[in-house]
């Protein structure tokens, strides 16, 4: 890439000035981010559209309903078997309270 | 994209109503028991007692109450005076020697009125149910004292 100058010379009489609006640069980055946005919006079209298709049949929105309720109830269940457990605990150790003073007084201190 | 939206939603809601629903009607018989200050509900349901043993527990309970904070009292009474001979000694002394015997003592008294406090509300108890509830006391009265089996087959 040597420099030319008949080159340079032939360059810049054969390009013309064309204008450039006022806001060219603005409106360039403002279509960049358009873009990006839309892109980004298909990315989320592109997860949740096959789900929507799926819950709009009636037998997997049925089966989703049944596994979402059954799951959410078992799970409470499971949460509830544990705080009856503790429940239990300490009403356990309140009865022996009122038999052994030595765990009266450490419930009173 | 509405319809599958709202229908997600609604399944969302039913699941939190199942969660909800669930958790409470598990957990109402222990909020029930626990309503009850004294802790009777749960000795009664835990153990199974009809109303008649129920009455006589509490009957006994009552009764061993004065007892309970009588030997409360005695307890911190010789422990308030070990500590105090313990803060002043330099030496073992016979006073020393003496309020470390009165606290084994009050320990072995109090210990031997709690077993017979169990032993005498294990009596209004079904047998399988007196078992179950005497090795329970003794496991946390006692912890580590009594081998595993004395105190489940005693």
């Given at each position: 890439?040597?420099?030319d100058p008949?080159?340079?010379?032939?360059?810049?009489?054969s390009l013309?000035?064309?204008?450039?609006?006022?806001?060219?640069?603005?409106e360039?980055?403002q279509?960049?981010?358009?873009?990006n946005e839309?892109?980004?919006q298909?990315?989320w079209k592109?997860?949740?559209?096959?789900?929507?298709a799926l819950?709009?049949r009636?037998?997997?929105?049925a089966i989703?309903?049944?596994?979402?309720?059954?799951?959410?109830?078992g799970a409470?269940?499971?949460?509830a078997?544990?705080?009856?457990?503790?429940a239990?605990?300490?009403l356990?150790?309140?009865?022996?309270a009122?038999?052994d003073?030595y765990?009266r007084?450490?419930?009173?201190? | 994209?509405?319809?599958?939206v709202?229908?997600?939603?609604?399944?969302?809601?039913?699941?939190?109503i199942?969660?909800?629903?669930?958790?409470?009607?598990?957990?109402r018989?222990?909020?029930?028991?626990?309503?009850v200050?004294?802790?009777?509900?749960?000795?009664r349901?835990?153990?199974?007692?009809t109303?008649?043993q129920?009455r006589a527990v509490?009957a006994?309970?009552?009764d061993y109450?004065p007892?309970?904070?009588?030997?409360?009292a005695?307890?911190t009474?010789?422990?308030?005076?070990?500590?105090?001979?313990?803060?002043e000694?330099?030496?073992?002394?016979?006073?020393?020697?003496?309020?470390m015997r009165e606290?084994s003592?009050?320990q072995?008294?109090c210990?031997?009125?709690t077993l017979?406090?169990?032993?005498?509300?294990?009596?209004?108890?079904a047998?399988?149910?007196?078992?179950?509830?005497r090795?329970?006391?003794a496991?946390?009265?006692?912890p580590g004292?009594?081998?595993?089996?004395?105190?489940?087959?005693?």
């Open positions: 890439m040597n420099d008949q080159l340079r010379e032939l360059l810049r009489t013309s000035d064309v204008p450039v609006p006022n806001r060219f640069g603005a360039v980055w279509r960049i981010q358009a873009r839309a892109s980004a298909r990315g592109k997860f949740f559209e096959p789900m929507f819950l709009m009636p037998t997997f929105a989703a309903f049944l596994l979402m309720v059954g799951g959410a109830a409470a269940s499971l949460r078997a544990d705080a009856n457990e503790q239990r605990a300490m356990a150790a309140q009865h022996v009122t038999l003073p765990a007084l450490a419930v009173m201190r | 994209m509405k319809k599958p709202l229908i997600l939603l609604a399944m969302l809601a039913a699941a939190a199942a969660y909800f629903a669930s958790y409470y009607c598990a957990t018989e222990a909020r029930r028991m626990f309503s200050s004294d802790g009777s509900a749960w000795l349901t835990e153990f199974a007692l109303d008649e129920a509490a006994l309970q009552s109450e007892r309970c904070m009588e030997m409360c005695r307890i009474k010789s422990r308030e005076r070990l500590e105090k001979l313990l803060h000694s330099k030496t073992m002394t016979p006073e020393l020697e003496a309020a606290v003592q009050t072995a008294d210990r031997a009125a017979a406090q169990t032993f005498a509300i294990s009596a209004h108890m047998p399988e149910q007196a078992v179950r509830y090795a329970m006391i496991e946390r009265i006692l004292t009594l081998p595993h089996d004395t105190a489940t087959h005693r």
